[in-house]
């Protein structure tokens, strides 16, 4: 009788462990499942892609050109309206007829980088 009551002491606790174990598998599959698929289960990530927006930083030359002729509000509201996708790593020449600036700019990332402002004079 004693052994008995010793062999189900010794089945209850293995079989015990064996469930914890499991439940500790299931668990750690479930929090592998949402690491590695995290868009699935939540939709933030689109709407941070929503809220940023392209930003635009500009070298001393740049500042203290738009210092001494207009208002960098009014810059960067000429610039949003050019079409600066088609901006590349590289420096770039354009020209900004409604302020008649001519600015060299250059893409990081998603960000604009304003190296340079000129005026510009058309000779029409």
């Known amino acids: ?15 015990a462990s064996y469930i914890c174990m499991r ?3 299931i668990c750690l599959i479930i929090l592998f499942g949402i690491i590695a698929f995290p868009n699935y289960f939540s939709n933030t990530s689109s ?6 927006s ?10 203290s050109f738009l210092e001494r002729e207009s208002s960098v509000h009014n810059f960067e509201e000429a ?12 420096r770039q020449s354009l020209i ?3 302020l008649k600036f001519f600015v060299t700019i250059s893409k990081v990332g998603e960000d604009i ?7 510009y004079i058309n000779n029409e």
């Open 79 to 90: 610039l949003k309206h050019i079409n600066l996708k088609n901006v590349t790593q590289s």
């Open 23 to 25: 439940n500790s598998l």
């Open 96 to 98: 900004i007829e409604s």
């Open 113 to 119: 980088l304003i190296i340079k402002i000129d005026s």
């Open 54 to 63: 392209t930003q635009f930083y500009y070298s001393q030359d740049a500042i």
């Open 1 to 15: 009788m004693l052994n008995a009551n010793l062999n189900i002491k010794r089945n209850n606790l293995l079989f």
């Open 47 to 52: 709407k941070i892609s929503n809220i940023r």
